[in-house]
């Protein structure tokens, strides 16, 4: 209760079973008292491209264009573009950030890793020598939540996709752990597309399920070996 909670959704359709799984997080999460931020990245048309639009006024070298180094300096002097700012805004205020998305080429969407690209700015989420245990971010959690298109058996370490760990390396560990962001259990639901009504159904009260006592959890012990024991 109290707590605070940004949810970054990358789905274009309210309908869609992401869009089933926010509405019950936004619901659940309410319920208990926590006060629940949706970025609805699709319906705010964000801006998944880092681009010299994401800095105001003058750069710092404008010989040669460094989108790391600029947005470095803009956020230090306060000239990072409006909707950074006000997503930074929310991810400061967040004790726990949920992503929820589809699995795009064992990946986050465009939009998503957009966010993540524009959002997580030197100065802000890490810095020289603070990163990972000693990044910026730390004492929030994060979650991934997301669907796949794949089954299970396909995404077991004897499985064609591999273990589904292998594509939670570069999410959780080399974007949220290196920002100093703790990390809860991934919460994934495998094929809603290929599944039984009353599966989806399952699947769906499995999410509320976890909500509940979601605030008991541990985070993971995020190091190479819980991907690729
Ligand atoms: P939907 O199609 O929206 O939902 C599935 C079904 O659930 C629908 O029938 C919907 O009506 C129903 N539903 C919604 N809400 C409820 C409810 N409340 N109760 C009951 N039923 C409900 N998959 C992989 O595994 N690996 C990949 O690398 C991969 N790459 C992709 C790349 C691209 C570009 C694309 C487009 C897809 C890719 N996929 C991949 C597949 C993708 O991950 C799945 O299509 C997606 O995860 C399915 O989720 P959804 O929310 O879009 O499903
Ligand atoms: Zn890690």
């Known amino acids: 209760?109290?707590?605070?909670?940004?949810?970054?959704?990358?789905?274009?359709?309210?309908?869609?079973?992401?869009?089933?799984?926010?509405?019950?997080?936004?619901?659940e999460l309410t319920k208990q008292g926590?006060?629940?931020?949706?970025?609805?990245?699709?319906?705010?048309?964000f801006e998944p491209r880092a681009t010299r639009n994401d800095i105001v006024g003058h750069l710092h070298n404008s010989e040669a264009f460094n989108y790391g180094v600029e947005t470095w300096e803009a956020y230090k002097r306060g000239g990072l573009s409006k909707d950074l700012v006000e997503e930074q805004k929310k991810?400061?205020?967040?004790?726990?950030?949920?992503?929820?998305?589809?699995?795009?080429?064992?990946?986050?969407?465009?939009?998503?890793?957009?966010?993540?690209?524009?959002?997580l700015v030197q100065g802000f989420a890490y810095d020289l020598s603070k990163v990972y245990d000693g990044?910026?971010?730390?004492?929030?959690?994060?979650?991934?939540s997301f669907t796949t298109?794949?089954?299970?058996?396909?995404?077991s370490k004897e499985g064609i996709g591999g273990d589904?760990?292998?594509?939670?390396?570069?999410?959780?560990h080399g974007i949220m752990?290196?920002?100093?962001?703790?990390?809860?259990?991934?919460?994934?639901?495998?094929?809603?597309?290929?599944?039984?009504?009353?599966?989806?159904?399952?699947?769906?009260?499995?999410?509320?399920?976890r909500l509940?006592?979601?605030?008991k959890e541990e985070p993971i012990d995020c190091s190479p070996e819980w991907y690729f024991k």
Not at 149 to 155: C, I, N, R, V
Not at 188 to 202: F, G, Q
């Open 135 to 144: 990044g910026l971010l730390q004492d929030k959690l994060s979650l991934f």
């Open 1 to 27: 209760p109290g707590k605070k909670v940004l949810i970054v959704y990358a789905h274009q359709e309210p309908k869609s079973f992401n869009g089933s799984l926010l509405k019950i997080a936004v619901e």
């Open 212 to 215: 509940k006592t979601l605030w």
């Open 164 to 172: 589904i760990r292998y594509v939670l390396w570069p999410m959780q």
């Open 149 to 155: 298109g794949g089954g299970p058996e396909m995404y």
């Open 91 to 119: 991810v400061q205020e967040a004790d726990l950030l949920i992503f929820q998305f589809p699995l795009f080429w064992f990946n986050m969407p465009a939009i998503l890793k957009g966010w993540m690209d524009r959002v």
């Open 34 to 45: 926590c006060s629940v931020t949706v970025s609805d990245l699709y319906t705010m048309q």
């Open 177 to 209: 752990h290196f920002c100093g962001v703790k990390v809860l259990e991934p919460h994934i639901c495998y094929a809603p597309e290929n599944v039984s009504e009353e599966k989806r159904k399952e699947m769906l009260a499995a999410w509320t399920q």
